[in-house]
Each structure stands twice: as structure tokens, then as C-alpha cells.
T-cell receptor, first 110, second 111 residues
Framework: DTGVSQNPRHKITKRGQNVTFRCDPISEHNRLYWYRQTLGQGPEFLTYFQNEAQLEKSRLLSDRFSAERPKGSFSTLEIQRTEQGDSAMYLC????????FGPGTRLTVL | GQQVMQIPQYQHVQEGEDFTTYCNSSTTLSNIQWYKQRPGGHPVFLIQLVKSGEVKKQKRLTFQFGEAKKNSSLHITATQTTDVGTYFCAGSGNRDDKIIFGKGTRLHILP
């Protein structure tokens, strides 16, 4: 499979717990984006990387959120002390020019 | 900051009718992309427009990029049930900038 993959596909957690998602982009794609999507809305930009460098973070990304791409390949998105408002689909996309999206991780915070 | 707006939010059409969704940016874009998201799926890239006034066609789909590079449209001729989904435009302000999505237009086809 040469597409973008994300794990896990679904995550249910209790409020206050930490969660971590992983994204494996298409190999050789130097850009990697994280988006959050809630029902009926478009993907909201969270952050993006050019290789291992994090170029921009949205102000939507509070200090509870952190993303890394240590070797310029896969990326992780961690949410600490989850809140019910964090429930959403978290999408990862990789891009040389146009964005190829992964299937997303659906987070439910109880 | 950069904003991308889409209208209409919802559109119901009879099968066989045409459909158009419009996208407007608050700032000049270096390029615009269009995506389709089926219910329960993730956005799938359709096309990218780069040049001012550019028009591209994919079978029954026609994409336009405005002369000022601040607006775009997607027109579907003779809609089919397989066209059901949400259509998003997304743009970036320059080659290296982040890609910002509109809220999408949800297309529903009436048989």
C-alpha cells in the first residue's frame, strides 16, 4: 500500500487521558499536514511539516497538542489531558504539491 | 488570516441536473485545489489550478480559477448518483504556505 496510513483508526478515551496518533505519509513526500474535522465542517488546519521541521502551528493547537516528525518520515500527534471538545476526526495528509489524505483517526472523548 | 468561503453549504438537485459550487478567498491564492469527500470517507484530491483564468475539465466536471486568483468554481454537468458527497476547495497563499479548506458544499442527488 503506497497511500497515507494512520493508526489507530478509532480511539475512545476518557477525559483527562493522553492519546497519540501516528501518520505514515507517502514515501518521499516532504510535506506532512495534520487537520481536524468535525461533522459537517471542512478540515481545519492544525500544523504542518517540511521534512522534520514544523513550519507552522494553528492557534487552534493549544499547548495540550504536540506534533513531531523526528526523522522527516512518519509523524505523531499527541493530545494531553483530553477534553470532550477534542472529539473529532484527525486527518493526516502528505504532499509534494497536492495533498493525499489518510483515512483519519476518529477520536471520541467520553 | 486567510479565509476560504464556499457557497452554497448544501445543494439538492434532481439526477441529471447541473450543479455548481463557488469558492472565494479573502486573499490572493497561489493555487486552489478541489477535493471530494464521500460520506464516511476522507477527502480525495480532484484537481489543482494554478494559473489566473485557468479552466480544466474532467469528464463532467469543469473547474475554473478566477482572473484575480481569489475565486474558483466547480461545475458538474448532468449529475449522477455517484456525484453525492461534499466538495471542498482549498487554497494556499503562496507556494510554501499552509493549505486552508473551505467548509464544503454537500451535494445530495434526488433520484
Amino acid at each position: 500500500d503506497t497511500g497515507v496510513s494512520q493508526n489507530p483508526r478509532h480511539k475512545i478515551t476518557k477525559r483527562g487521558q493522553n492519546v497519540t496518533f501516528r501518520c505514515d505519509p507517502i514515501s518521499e513526500h516532504n510535506r506532512l499536514y495534520w487537520y481536524r474535522q468535525t461533522l459537517g465542517q471542512g478540515p481545519e488546519f492544525l500544523t504542518y511539516f517540511q521534512n522534520e521541521a514544523q513550519l507552522e502551528k494553528s492557534r487552534l493547537l493549544s499547548d495540550r497538542f504536540s506534533a513531531e516528525r523526528p526523522k522527516g518520515s512518519f509523524s505523531t500527534l499527541e493530545i494531553q489531558r483530553t477534553e470532550q471538545g477534542d472529539s473529532a476526526m484527525y486527518l493526516c495528509a502528505s504532499s509534494p504539491r497536492d495533498s493525499f489524505f489518510g483515512p483519519g483517526t476518529r477520536l471520541t472523548v467520553l | 488570516g486567510q479565509q476560504v468561503m464556499q457557497i452554497p453549504q448544501y445543494q439538492h438537485v434532481q439526477e441529471g441536473e447541473d450543479f455548481t459550487t463557488y469558492c472565494n478567498s479573502s486573499t490572493t491564492l497561489s493555487n486552489i485545489q478541489w477535493y471530494k469527500q464521500r460520506p464516511g470517507g476522507h477527502p480525495v484530491f480532484l484537481i489543482q489550478l494554478v494559473k489566473s483564468g485557468e479552466v480544466k475539465k474532467q469528464k463532467r466536471l469543469t473547474f475554473q480559477f478566477g482572473e484575480a486568483k481569489k475565486n474558483s468554481s466547480l461545475h458538474i454537468t448532468a449529475t449522477q448518483t455517484t456525484d453525492v458527497g461534499t466538495y471542498f476547495c482549498a487554497g494556499s497563499g503562496n507556494r510554501d504556505d499552509k493549505i486552508i479548506f473551505g467548509k464544503g458544499t454537500r451535494l445530495h442527488i434526488l433520484p
